[in-house]
């Protein structure tokens, strides 16, 4: 039995709110096998509850079950930690995702390891949203989601496409194999780069390693995945006039992100420190001002509940692989890519983030845009 900690009824209150109580019977209530949780998560909001579990200090048997009740009632915007105050200054007075850092998140994050993700991702090294709108496997609903893509942007045989933050190259290379495009695709991860060139090999494809701001040269299409959330609020005008400055006057842009509900300048402090630095999610309001007088918005599709769906996949293939990885992906790292991925789920699960693909023309399309599904 646990000594009383003077913080202890203070967080049962607040998870009450969630019908969360700590030590109780069913699947989402935490068993606390260290009494400082109770001040590390008052003190450091969801640093302190990422970083407790990390270490052990609880456990719970449905992760995502116990961080989407916290999430549906709110309780973490009733424990926002001093350290979330302290980024949202940083952010205004810095721009985090400055040239200077922009390698910093491919370092930390995308060169942890292919090995990581080629166990987590399944058939295809695909790390964004799959389309599950007509699929039932992971790789049937990435391939919907890459083939989606490139029907969105009317691609056709011999067309220059730019893929801005290209990951592994597996939506490149499906867009030469099936469509008979060109491509290059720019990351700023190593170990995504040296993939890529490998996976296509033989194919009209160039992979650099490369920051977005750096392109300057003609492409008939464009598209970003999963990228735009490593761009930050200071940058959004700028990547646009990249895109734009490289895209035909008869060329079409698609951006496929996740977002906020609401306009924020950084992320949330666990996922800052472990997961994705200097990144933060777009909201509506900043997409659309960034876009305005540079591009006209086409479409605008929303599809998040599908990465409710994906993510339980990734997760249903990292948790049968650990014992086959190597030794540096710990039991600490394991822990932390659980509530990674937990969380991510909770955050989709109750509609706090989006999944958006937008699809824009400079110009506007002559008698509109027959938007595909």
């Keep these: 039995m646990l000594a009383t900690h003077p913080f202890r009824q203070r967080v ?10 700590p030590d109780g019977p069913r699947p989402w209530d935490p068993q606390i096998h260290d009494s400082r949780f109770y001040a590390r998560v008052l003190a450091q909001g969801s640093l302190g509850l990422g970083e407790s579990y990390m270490d052990g200090c609880w456990d719970v048997a449905s992760l995502d079950g ?15 930690g001093f350290v ?4 949202d200054l940083r952010a ?5 995702q400055s040239r200077r850092r922009a390698y910093v998140v491919g370092e930390r994050h995308y060169d942890l390891g292919n090995d990581l993700y080629r166990a987590m991702l399944g058939r295809l090294m695909v790390y964004s949203c799959g389309y599950w709108r007509e699929a039932n496997t992971l790789d049937a609903a990435q391939e919907a989601k890459l083939d989606l893509t490139c029907r969105k942007l009317g691609l056709r045989a011999g067309m220059r496409v730019l893929d ?4 592994w190259g597996e939506a490149l290379k499906f867009a030469a194999e099936r469509y008979g495009v060109r491509g290059v695709g720019v990351t700023i991860s190593r170990e995504q780069a040296e993939y890529a060139r490998e996976l296509c090999a033989g194919l009209p494809i160039e992979i650099r390693l490369q ?13 970003s995945i999963g990228m735009f959330e490593h761009v930050g609020f200071k940058n959004y005008e700028r990547f646009f006039d990249v895109a734009r400055r490289c895209l035909d006057d008869d060329g079409l842009l698609l951006l496929h992100t996740i977002a906020s509900n609401r306009s924020r300048t950084h992320t949330d402090p666990w996922i800052a420190r472990y997961i994705f630095p200097n990144s933060m999610l777009p909201s509506a309001a900043q997409i659309a001002s960034a876009v305005e007088g540079r591009f006209v918005i086409e479409d605008w599709h929303g599809f998040g509940t599908d990465y409710d769906r994906t993510l339980q996949a990734w997760r249903d293939n990292i948790e049968r692989a650990w014992d086959t990885l190597p030794s540096r992906y710990d039991e600490c790292f394991r822990r932390m890519w659980r509530f990674y991925l937990a969380g991510s789920m909770a955050s989709f699960r109750t509609r706090r983030i989006q999944l958006w693909q937008i699809v824009l023309s400079p110009r506007g399309i002559p008698g509109g845009y027959p938007a595909p599904r």
């Design 12 to 21: 049962i209150d607040l998870l009450a709110a969630a019908d969360v109580k």
């Design 164 to 167: 801005i933050g290209c990951g």
């Design 84 to 87: 979330d105050r302290i980024d």
């Design 211 to 223: 920051d977005y701001r750096e392109v300057d040269e003609p492409f008939d299409r464009i598209f």
């Design 92 to 96: 205004q007075v810095q721009n985090l």
């Design 66 to 80: 116990m961080l989407f009740r916290v999430l549906q009632a709110r309780v973490d915007q009733r424990a926002r």
